[in-house]
């Protein structure tokens, strides 16, 4: 598996702004940037572990284990998005295999399949499944997935939403502990910055980790959901005995026009 390029710079890119607006606010002195914004454990443990005890509570602890395999998940190029001439070539050769021997030739290519998707609606068009019932188990089977990755994501901007609510709590805590010294004026302004620090700390878990995590999981279901729909199309069109040309260019509307060109060049040289 390959890293995601755009995560990793995006990661770099965000997190390395912050540090240099930080560093430039405190005049180009480290140790003065350290204290003022890294070395704040209260603020963190408020802030951070706060927001992660409340979006515990909010999901079942089955669906909270999965939270590792989420981040990874982001972090991992989408296959999917880069795979669909592959995907479409791989369809139509098995399209042609049904047109030239009939569909149920393919029974012995499923133990070759790696996808279980593709295998399962091959399986189910040599068992000579009806179209509509094959077309409803693997619908079925497109929603829930999309309802698991829905679930991920809403694990993640569940995070994001209680961040910042957690940052505000730490302001209050810090605001009182700062109005309970009034009497000395020379401690109010660095009390002041304490206490502020909490509601940065939240907005950052929110806006510059969780939130685009979910968007880049969002990207990667919409790209397993045409991916499968590029699927269901052919395994209907193949159990139908349509021609493997048309159903070629049929699968091809589903793609952007590069691979579409991609295609057109390849089929040229046949």
């Given at each position: 598996m390959k890293l995601d390029l755009s995560t990793i710079i995006g990661m770099i890119l965000g997190?390395?702004?912050?540090?240099?607006?930080?560093?430039?606010?405190?005049?180009?002195?480290?140790?003065?940037?350290?204290?003022?914004?890294?070395?704040?454990?209260?603020?963190?443990?408020?802030t951070i572990g706060g927001s992660i005890g409340g979006t515990i509570m909010s999901y079942p602890l089955a669906k909270i284990k999965r939270i590792g395999g989420i981040f990874a998940q982001s972090a991992v190029?989408?296959?999917?998005?880069?795979?669909?001439?592959?995907?479409?070539?791989?369809?139509?050769?098995?399209?042609?295999?049904?047109r030239r021997n009939g569909?149920?030739?393919?029974?012995?290519?499923?133990?070759?399949?790696?996808?279980e998707f593709i295998k399962n609606g091959i399986q189910l068009a040599v068992d000579g499944t009806a179209p509509e019932h094959i077309e409803e188990i693997m619908e079925l089977e497109l929603e829930s997935l999309q309802r698991r990755h829905e679930e991920n994501q809403d694990i993640i901007l569940k995070w994001?939403?209680?961040?910042?609510?957690?940052?505000?709590?730490?302001?209050?805590?810090?605001?009182?502990?700062?109005?309970?010294?009034?009497?000395?004026?020379?401690?109010?302004?660095?009390?002041?910055?304490?206490?502020?620090i909490t509601t940065m700390y939240g907005s950052m878990v929110a806006n510059m980790f969780c939130i685009?995590?979910?968007?880049?999981?969002?990207?990667?279901?919409?790209?397993?959901?045409?991916?499968?729909?590029?699927?269901?199309?052919?395994?209907?069109?193949?159990?139908?005995?349509?021609?493997?040309?048309?159903?070629?260019?049929?699968?091809?509307?589903?793609?952007?026009?590069?691979?579409?060109e991609a295609l057109k060049a390849d089929e040229g040289e046949g």
């Open positions: 997190c390395g702004m912050v540090l240099m607006g930080m560093f430039l606010s405190s005049g180009g002195d480290i140790g003065l940037l350290m204290a003022l914004y890294i070395n704040q454990p209260d603020s963190a443990a408020i190029e989408d296959p999917s998005n880069t795979a669909y001439k592959e995907l479409i070539e791989e369809l139509v050769e098995y399209a042609t295999e049904a569909v149920l030739a393919l029974d012995a290519r499923t133990e070759e399949i790696e996808d994001a939403e209680l961040a910042p609510a957690y940052g505000m709590i730490g302001t209050l805590v810090g605001l009182i502990a700062m109005l309970a010294n009034l009497s000395d004026p020379d401690s109010i302004g660095p009390a002041m910055a304490v206490a502020l685009p995590l979910a968007g880049k999981l969002a990207q990667h279901t919409k790209s397993e959901v045409l991916r499968k729909q590029i699927i269901i199309s052919a395994i209907l069109s193949i159990q139908n005995g349509d021609n493997p040309r048309v159903i070629k260019h049929k699968l091809m509307t589903f793609t952007d026009p590069a691979t579409r």
